[in-house]
């Protein structure tokens, strides 16, 4: 946890020593468009645009993973108890085991209770 803080402290010192490093007034044009602004925010707004795009053309793959996870989960419960049914099913029937080391064959009986 403390990583995390230390982590977080060191990158945004560093986003202020980039702003203030990068304090040239720019003007950004994109068709009819005019935007006038610091570059380093301009910079950190463009960057920011980027990761968002970058999560919206993501989001189908994490919904469809998280889906495809709960189904599993859901199949796994499902698998365990049918484990234990088996389970409780193999002690209340006993066996008798018959090997014939000849032919290398094994048979099985249900002996009944």
Known sequence: MFIFLVLGALIGALSVVFFLQNTVPVTVMFMSWQIEGLLGIILALAFAGGVMMTALFSLP????????????????????SDLDEAKKREEGA??????????????IHKVSN
């Open 61 to 80: 793959n994490i919904i469809s993973d998280w889906i495809v996870s709960a189904q599993l989960r859901r199949r796994i419960k499902q698998l365990e």
């Open 94 to 107: 006993k066996f008798d085991v018959h090997t014939n080391l000849d032919d290398n064959q094994t048979e």
